[in-house]
């Protein structure tokens, strides 16, 4: 349960399944990387049909409390990349739940 999969894997498997050379499809998996981050940076959200969407979230100046020492600092205001899964991907990650009971 606990395998990462790298970016040099999914180019691995894109190949062998559509019989594209490996480095062409490095070469478009690095400029969609590319274009969804400057979707992103121009505050668009990137729907990926049947998987999900990417959008960004403006988090406020909060307080934060060092759980060793118990001291409050502060965290500063910034954006967050958030990941909300399609229906598709939900059903499937659901069933899994069904397939281990």
Excluded: W, Y
């Excluded at 190949?15 to 998996?29: G, L, N, P």
């Excluded at 969407?53 to 600092?73: D, K």
């Amino acid at each position: 349960m606990n395998n990462t999969i790298t970016r040099a894997m999914l180019a691995d498997r894109a190949s062998d399944a559509t019989e594209i050379k490996h480095c062409d499809v490095c070469q478009i998996a690095q400029r969609m990387f590319e274009l969804v981050g400057s979707a992103l940076r121009e505050g668009d959200s990137v729907k990926l049909t049947g998987f999900g969407s990417l959008q960004i979230r403006s988090r406020a100046e909060r307080v934060g409390r060092n759980p060793r020492t118990g001291e409050e600092h502060r965290i500063a205001p910034r954006h967050a990349v958030i990941f909300i899964p399609g229906a598709r991907l939900r059903a499937a990650l659901d069933g899994m739940d069904q397939i281990r009971a």
